[in-house]
T-cell receptor, first 110, second 116 residues
Framework: GQNIDQPTEMTATEGAIVQINCTYQ??????LFWYQQHAGEAPTFLSY????GLEEKGRFSSFLSRSKGYSYLLLKELQMKDSASYLC???????????FGAGTTVTVRA | GAVVSQHPSRVICKSGTSVKIECRSL??????MFWYRQFPKQSLMLMAT?????????EQGVEKDKFLINHASLTLSTLTVTSAHPEDSSFYIC????????????FGNGTRLTVT
């Protein structure tokens, strides 16, 4: 199974940058995903890393270090609509199951 | 992009009754679908893995006789909550795997179940 840790809450100012860290321990790693979830809605896919390094997608970037069991999601030029929960999820090698961290609630203030 | 449709989006039922939730992949075939449950302010917890044409695989602690899963076709999986109780009230979300390797899970919009 997986043990996935991420901070519970973060607050940042509109226009700023926020970095959400995620550490994991897994018996079989087959990719790390970041999802955004607004209250009462289903998660939406943000990014995917399977190799070490940085993946950039517009205002969002995600980094992975497999040797350290570590990833982060970087949100730039924060907007009010970015206030949401951000979920780190690790996929298992054998059966493609996704295990989720508890989520980080990001609050963007004006 | 891949679309997963989940129905109903919201349901209220009385204690002791059964509720069926449908999950459909609209523009791709999903050999594997996953059912998650999410309680308020908590993360998604995997309940079971549903494979087309075979029995579902349930996670530890999930009662298979209470949460019946059927994956009759490559585009449809159903979750039936039998003899529902108030503690079953939760947000149920299905997801479908499109292909493998780099494919992310695509989620349905979720079903808010309230058992009175």
């Amino acid at each position: 199974g997986q043990n996935i840790d991420q901070p519970t809450e973060m607050t940042a100012t509109e226009g700023a940058i926020v970095q959400i860290n995620c550490t994991y321990q897994t018996s079989g790693f087959n990719g790390l995903f970041w999802y955004q979830q607004h209250a009462g809605e289903a998660p939406t896919f943000l990014s995917y890393n399977v190799l070490d390094g940085l993946e950039e997608k517009g205002r969002f970037s995600s980094f992975l270090s497999r040797s350290k069991g570590y990833s982060y999601l970087l949100l730039k030029e924060l907007q009010m609509k970015d206030s949401a929960s951000y979920l780190c999820a690790v996929r298992d090698w054998d059966d493609y199951k996704l295990s989720f961290g508890a989520g980080t609630t990001v609050t963007v203030r004006a | 992009g891949a679309v997963v449709s989940q129905h109903p989006s919201r349901v209220i039922c009385k204690s002791g009754t059964s509720v069926k939730i449908e999950c459909r992949s609209l523009d791709f075939q999903a050999t594997t679908m996953f059912w998650y449950r999410q309680f308020p302010k908590q993360s998604l917890m995997l309940m079971a893995t549903s494979n087309e044409g075979s029995k579902a695989t349930y996670e530890q602690g999930v009662e298979k006789d209470k949460f019946l899963i059927n994956h009759a076709s490559l585009t449809l999986s159903t979750l039936t909550v039998t003899s529902a109780h108030p503690e079953d009230s939760s947000f149920y979300i299905c997801s479908a795997l499109q292909g493998a390797d780099n494919s992310p899970l695509h989620f349905g919009n979720g079903t808010r179940l309230t058992v009175t």
